[in-house]
Nanobody, 121 residues
Framework: QVQLVESGGGLVQAGGSLRLSCHAS????????MGWYRQAPGKQRELVAR???????NYADSVKGRFTISRDNSKSTIYLQMFMLKPEDTAVYYC???????????????WGQGTQVTVSS
């Protein structure tokens, strides 16, 4: 049974920072593309950042230069370091794991339960 457990969300003032973590179990972590997505109220879920098993990354334009995704294969965990947070970053952040053979569609993988990030102005 796949489990993705996020942590690290919370309330922060604009300009502040947070680090999210997602621990995965029940999967061969080193074979999965891992990602962070977010969904704000009334909006669709969107990609924030993804990282391949080899460590290649891609980011949404809105977070480039402010967010960094990383993974620790020995701990089956990914991280999202967020700096210079803005009110528009407020959303529920979801962890995603999808096998590298199906990486074209994150919905073919598994999702965590989400963690709330709220940035006050």
């Amino acid at each position: 049974q796949v489990q993705l457990v996020e942590s690290g969300g919370g309330l922060v003032q604009a300009g502040g920072s947070l680090r999210l973590s997602c621990h995965a179990s029940g999967i061969m972590f080193s074979m999965h593309v891992m990602g962070w997505y977010r969904q704000a109220p009334g909006k669709q879920r969107e990609l924030v950042a993804r990282i391949t098993p080899g460590g290649s990354t891609n980011y949404a334009d809105s977070v480039k230069g402010r967010f960094t995704i990383s993974r620790d294969n020995s701990k089956s965990t990914i991280y999202l370091q967020m700096f210079m947070l803005k009110p528009e970053d407020t959303a529920v952040y979801y962890c995603n794991a999808v096998h590298m053979s199906k990486a074209h569609d994150p919905n073919l993988g598994s999702w965590g339960q989400g963690t709330q990030v709220t940035v006050s102005s």
